[in-house]
Every structure is written in C-alpha cells, then in structure tokens.
C-alpha cells in the first residue's frame, strides 16, 4: 500500500508564491509517474504537473512558465513550485503516483491509481 501525504498549501495574496510538498510512504519504489491535480469548487479535476519515470516534466498550458515540478533525490518526494499566483489558482491540490502512465497521458487522472488527500490553496485577490 501508498500512501502519498500533501502539504505547503495556505493563503497568499496574487502574485505571491507557494512550494507544494508530497511525501510517499509505505511500499514505494522510485520509479514512478507523480503528479500535481487540483479541483476548484465545481469544477473537474485537472492536471497541473507531471513528471515521468525518466524525468521529464509536463505542465498544463495554464501554468506553464509559472510553475515547476521536482523531485527528491530519493525520489520518494515531490514537489510544486507555484509562483505568480492567480486567483484561478485557487483549489485543493493533489499529488498522485502510479508506477506506469503513459507519456501522452500524464496530466490525466485516471491514470493514477495512488492519491494523497489533497492541500488548500487559496489565492486572494
């Protein structure tokens, strides 16, 4: 069993910044898929931010350039860089893993079969 627990949301002004945290435990090993979704109220779940078992990183349109995706040196550890923040920002983000998805497909949900709880951001104008 996963288990991938969030942390680093909060309340900032617009434009201000927030580093998002993703912790796994249980059994997990490195290579993973991870990535960052979020939901406002009302709306579906997106993708924001991905990084795939080589590395590479995939962003929504709507946050390229602002955020960045990282992990750990262990790998167990993921991160969300989010800067210039947007009220649209505004959402629980959540971090998930699953050990394949596809390149194509990493900004979807349904891919991933592990999920942490999620943290509030809210950004206020």
């Known amino acids: 069993q996963v288990q991938l627990v969030e942390s680093g949301g909060g309340s900032v002004q617009s434009g201000g910044s927030l580093r998002l945290s993703c912790a796994a435990f249980?059994?997990?090993?490195?290579?993973?898929?991870m990535g960052w979704f979020r939901q406002a109220p009302g709306k579906e779940r997106e993708g924001v931010a991905a990084?795939?078992?080589?590395?590479?990183?995939s962003y929504a349109d709507s946050v390229k350039g602002r955020d960045t995706i990282s992990q750990g040196n262990a790998k167990n550890t993921l991160y969300l860089q989010m800067n210039s923040l947007r009220p649209e920002d505004t959402a629980t983000y959540y971090c998930?893993?699953?050990?394949?998805?596809?390149?194509?497909?990493?900004?979807?949900?349904?891919?991933?079969?592990?999920w942490g709880q999620g943290t509030q951001v809210t950004v206020a104008t």
């Open positions: 990084i795939d078992v080589d590395g590479s990183a």
């Open positions: 249980g059994h997990w090993f490195s290579r993973q898929c």
């Open positions: 998930a893993a699953d050990p394949q998805v596809p390149g194509w497909s990493l900004l979807r949900g349904p891919e991933y079969d592990y």
